[in-house]
């Protein structure tokens, strides 16, 4: 680690900004392996932020020799003689004297306009490939002062350059490749150029051709011999993105960033073919090949080499493994500990600072997101791993000692303080721990915050989160079992991931933003005084004395310096409003399960059923019976054969217009009682169990109400029975699909995904059977990029492997879908799936292996007629001909579609659920979902459901004796006006919600009569709170939410979609109502009313009107 005096990213101290000159860089280490050079001897590696010498003299053995930090990630390096040009992004040209390879020494640097991504050295010119900036032409005749001399801005982003007698060849990004001539490199001139279908990345010539890595267009051969007319020889496609390619014997090396490394046969190049293939386990963003062995730059899996010498069988013979994707550090002493995501725990020696060495790790079971040392003990936050405590006495050998869950959220961080432990527990806000046995962690107290509390740090009785796009949150922890917020900061781009406060100055780890450093001396009001733009992305940091440790993902660790002679004196001005974020929750709806209701109150197929000895059979596969209470104090009872540790989930569920307000008992015995479900928060039942011996379970089900004068049809009820086998997981592929770069709907797709991840961990399923395929490789769990050789492998390879008759296969996709072009898996690289591919790939998995496919996307039902077949249940969020919309967090119909497989539901009572709130909420862009299991294509006809309502997730992992679900808020009904005049304007609103725990917020989203939807297209509908008028219903009294809407003063029909939320994330499901407003004041009506459970009836003074949708 290497110290750098004065001012970081600059060529003179004059380009320093402001708020940079209270922040130096220091150093760093870590982070990917992006480029790699070679000759015989030495292999010189671009690994993160850093510059690497290996001694490769015995191929598989590599080892280090030394390294130099520099100021961004390495995109590139050529070595001529005894010097290294390092093509460095934001750092711009670095040259470095290698000529002691264990003793490398920067010589000089030149600060390009750009992003250096690559470097060629002709004679005493450096052409470098600048991004956006073009070619920059630098005179390096003298090493130490490198100057430019000329240069050229092409059109595209120059990503690579080669130069060949007086022409360069830059390969342009998406504007394909251009040809410079550049004999007086004063006055570099375009002589011709080619757009290619794909994505430029990187260029070979070799005699009169040229070969073009095009990234997901393929390898492209274009004839050069005239430069300006240069045309097409012939390519080679595969589905992959080409980052490199270098040609050797009428063989073309492709690095291919998620296909590792192919050997192409160029003999013929208009026919090119594949005759090897060498997959690597990271990323492939380069290779060099020298004789026989080629070196690979394989991303965080380091460096591999491969021999090449039977080019159709490469063979890996050695490697040199970097560490992973750091993403928090603690230094205590001569120690840095590094959270390192699935590397786990790390801890570094830099008791030399230009020579950090890793001399300990430990794997924690899943992504290390943050670290905190005390004593001879780490805590680390784990993800959904929770958090695990580690014994350091030993560094060299660490070891495990306890662990507490994270509640199926995601622990991002914790701070330990005495004996109590400060969790930053993402959607679950601030969570406080006892730690005074840490074999055994009891929660003491927590605090909600607006987004996912991402970091803490506690300093006296004040808390500061790191709460993503919430910012800084400020915590009174004086009490710990009741904190109270104090103040806010909000940061002006990204989203605050980490802080750390001293001398009265936090400095927040800003993602993408890096550091910002905030006054706080007086916590109601703090304001931002300075800032550093790391390389990386900024996740969490460290302060010690002057020096900043910075977790900045993939340009590993960077060590700041700050000046506090710079320290401004703030002059801070109080926020007068705190900022509002739409919380990140997972809603949830009570479910339905579809009943035949009998049309008189003649009694059920079932009966008689009124006793213990004549208690019918129910099968515990999940199928439904159908029944009523057909006399006023009617009971029905139940049995099944019960197998001891195996658990079952019942569920009793009334249909809307029902009085049957269900209660349900369990029996050993007719006399022996074992326990009962009676909710007051809701019509319905749903228990979960465990057998505690074999032989038969009975049932008894009963009406809350015996006396109710409806009965028969009017009181009919579903019932089902499902055995959740802990034994049988399954494996499941989930997908999160891109459309486009910075699409703002991308965080809705990555919520749904997200979200489907954490609810099968939680019912049992581990890493090793969950395949996630993502662009964002933050997310927790994510496995690959979301390509269609990726998914096909996934499919054919990996499941194939994991399932059979009683191991399924569940496949979760979600992102924007096309009517014709199906869904797109990642637009901006060509990937796009259609039907017919997903079909092949499932066909060859043998016919009794159940399938589960769902579904989220535009227009996803037309993925049904290809993938139906018997043993597949086919779940689409929406038919061939309808749009999708997305949630205030996540999607509509996932939102409930998930919180009830958590809950254990079956996947079509599930299914039943999410239809129903998609009915409600979405309004003029008609949204319908579809399911088909009877194999026939043919969705959501009479004789569907069947399968889908026998298959489930298996018992929750929490799950115990009589596990209680926790439910969702029931919305009984809506008061509202039915009729106002546009004179008078407003009319009172209110809900009446029940739940089991308290209910946080009711609001209303209102469709007014002139409401224009978004255009349909191929993207999910954002109809939300955000995007829409929305009025909050605060409490009122009772269970009662409500408030006065003021602006009813167009004439039409008012569409008001009711909804509430309870402290568990759980949203109710919506209920729609409608106000039609008159241009004259309405004629006085009298008010309908409807019998709520449990309670009196309204007042007379509003209408109430009962859902049109269930509940």
Not at 473 to 481: K, N, Q
Not at 774 to 797: K, Q
């Amino acid at each position: 680690m290497v110290v750098f005096v004065g001012e970081a990213f600059t060529a003179s101290p004059s380009s320093v900004s402001q708020e940079e000159r209270l922040v130096h860089f220091v150093g760093s280490i870590g982070g990917g392996v992006g480029a790699v050079a070679t000759d015989h001897h030495y292999a010189y590696v671009g690994e993160g932020a850093t510059f690497r010498i290996f001694d490769i003299g015995t191929p598989s053995q590599p080892m280090p020799q030394s390294y130099v930090p520099l100021p961004d990630v390495v995109q590139d390096v050529q070595v001529i003689g005894s010097l290294a040009y390092v093509a460095d992004g934001e750092g711009g040209l670095r040259i470095l004297d290698v000529s002691t390879p264990t003793n490398p020494t920067e010589v000089g640097s030149y600060d390009t306009p750009g992003e250096a991504g690559a470097v060629q050295v002709v004679g005493e010119v450096a052409y470098v490939a600048d991004g956006r900036s073009g070619v920059r032409i630098l005179d390096v005749s003298v090493p130490t002062n490198p100057t430019e001399v000329g240069s050229y801005d092409t059109p595209g982003e120059a990503g690579a350059v080669q130069v060949v007698g007086g022409v360069a060849y830059v390969a342009d990004g998406l504007k394909g490749f251009c040809i410079l001539a550049v004999s007086t490199p004063a006055s570099p001139t375009l002589v011709g150029a080619y757009d290619t279908s794909g994505y430029v990345r990187n260029v070979q010539v070799v005699g009169n051709l040229a070969y073009l890595a095009d990234g997901p267009g393929g390898l492209q051969t274009i004839d050069v011999s005239d430069p300006a007319y240069p045309t097409e020889v012939g390519g080679y496609q595969a589905s992959g993105d080409f980052r490199d390619v270098q040609i050797a014997d009428n063989l073309a090396f492709l690095a291919d960033y998620t296909g590792g490394l192919r050997i192409v046969d160029m003999t013929s190049p208009a026919v090119p073919m594949e005759v090897g293939r060498y997959e690597t386990l990271g990323y492939v963003y380069g290779v060099q090949v020298v004789g026989d062995l080629a070196y690979v730059a394989d991303g965080y899996d380091g460096l591999r080499i491969v021999n090449l010498s039977t080019p159709a069988t490469p063979v890996e013979v050695g490697a040199y493994d970097t560490t992973g994707w750091a993403a928090a550090v603690q230094v205590v002493g001569d120690l840095a500990y590094v959270a390192d995501g699935k590397s786990g725990l790390r801890i570094i020696d830099v008791s030399t600072p230009a020579y950090p060495t890793e001399i300990g790790s430990y794997d924690t079971p899943g992504d290390a997101k943050d670290v905190q040392v005390v004593g001879n003990l780490a805590y680390v936050a784990d993800s959904l791993e929770g958090v695990r405590i580690v014994e350091v006495s030993t560094p060299a050998r660490p070891t495990g000692v306890g662990f507490s869950s994270a509640t199926g959220k995601v622990a991002w961080d914790v701070q330990v303080v005495g004996s109590l432990a400060y969790v930053a527990n993402g959607e679950g806000g601030l969570r406080i721990l006892d730690v005074s046995n840490p074999s055994s962690p009891s929660r003491v107290g927590t605090s909600d915050t607006p987004d996912q509390a991402m970091h803490v740090r506690v300093v006296g009785t004040l808390a500061y989160v790191a709460d993503g796009k919430g910012g800084v949150r400020i915590i009174d922890v004086s009490t710990p079992a009741a904190p109270v917020e104090v103040g806010f900061f909000s940061p002006s781009d990204s989203a605050a991931m980490g802080v750390w406060v001293a001398n009265d100055l936090a400095y927040v780890a800003n993602g993408a933003g890096g550091v910002r450093i905030v006054e706080v001396s007086t916590p109601a009001a703090p304001i931002e005084i300075g800032g550093y733009d790391t390389p990386g992305y900024a996740y969490g940091m460290q302060v010690v004395g002057d020096l900043v440790y910075v977790a900045d993902g993939g340009g590993g660790l960077q060590v700041l310096q700050v000046n506090e002679a710079a320290r401004p004196t703030p002059m801070p001005t109080p926020p007068t409003v705190s900022p509002t974020l739409t919380p990140t929750l997972v809603p949830t709806i009570n479910p339905t399960i579809t009943v035949t209701p009998t049309p008189h109150a003649e009694p059920d197929d079932y009966e008689q059923d009124d006793t213990c000895a004549r208690a019918r059979p129910i099968s515990t596969d999940g199928t439904i019976q159908q029944h009523t209470f057909h006399q006023p104090a009617d009971h029905d009872w139940v049995f099944f054969e019960a197998r001891a540790g195996t658990t079952y989930v019942v569920e009793a569920q009334s249909p809307t217009g029902s009085s049957a307000d269900l209660i349900v008992e369990r029996y050993h015995t007719c006399d022996n009682i074992l326990g009962s479900d009676d909710p007051l928060y809701t019509l319905d039942v749903r228990l979960q169990f465990e057998a505690t011996r074999d032989g038969p379970m009975y049932l008894r089900l009963l009406n809350h109400d015996p006396d109710a004068d409806a009965s028969g049809a009017g009181a009919a009820y579903g019932l089902a029975v499902r055995a959740l086998e802990d034994d049988t997981q399954g494996v499941l592929i989930l997908v999160a699909g891109q459309r486009n770069e910075g699409d703002d709907v991308q965080p809705h797709i990555h919520a749904v995904t997200d979200e489907a991840y954490r609810t099968f961990k939680q019912h049992g399923y581990d890493d090793d059977h969950i395949f996630y395929l993502a662009t964002d490789f933050t997310l927790p769990g994510v496995d690959a990029l979301p390509t269609g050789r990726n998914l096909r492998d996934a499919i054919m390879t990996w499941a194939a492997e994991r399932v059979d008759a009683n191991h399924s296969l569940t496949l979760y996709l979600v992102d924007h879908g096309s009517s014709t072009d199906g869904f797109y898996l990642d637009e901006p690289r060509g990937e796009r799936l259609l039907p017919g591919e997903l079909k092949a790939w499932l066909d060859v998995l043998p016919e009794e292996v159940p399938v589960n496919i769902i579904i989220e996307a535009c227009y996803a039902g037309g993925f049904t007629p290809a993938l139906s077949q018997a043993g597949r249940v086919v779940i689409t969020s929406t038919s061939a001909e309808h749009v999708a919309h997305v949630s205030g967090r996540g999607a509509m119909f996932s939102d409930h579609f998930l919180i009830h497989l958590k809950q254990g539901s079956s996947f079509y009572t599930a299914f039943q659920a999410a239809s129903e709130a998609v009915e409600a909420a979405a309004y003029m862009q008609k949204q319908v979902p579809w399911l088909d299991d009877n194999g026939n294509g043919e969705a959501n006809d009479a004789a569907d459901g069947k399968e889908a309502q026998r298959r489930g997730l298996p018992a929750m992992v929490t799950g115990g004796d009589d596990f209680e679900f926790p439910w969702p808020p029931l919305i009984l009904e809506v008061e509202h006006p039915d009729t106002v005049s546009v004179r008078e304007g407003q009319g009172v609103v209110r809900a009446r919600v029940r739940d089991d725990v308290r209910v946080k917020r009711a609001w209303m989203v209102i469709y007014t009569p002139s409401y224009t939807p978004p255009a349909v297209g191929d993207e999910l509908v954002n109809e939300t709170e955000q995007t829409l008028p929305s009025m909050a219903l605060p409490f009122q009294d009772g269970e009662w939410y409500g408030a006065i809407y003021p602006a009813f003063n167009e004439v039409g029909t008012y569409r008001l979609v009711v909804y509430a939320e309870d402290e568990d994330g759980l949203e109710a499901q919506p209920v729609a109502v409608e106000v039609m407003v008159d241009e004259d004041p309405p004629t006085p009506t009298p008010a309908p009313t409807a019998t709520p459970k449990r309670t009196p009836e309204p007042e007379p003074d509003v209408l109430v009107y009962l859902p049109l949708v269930r509940r």
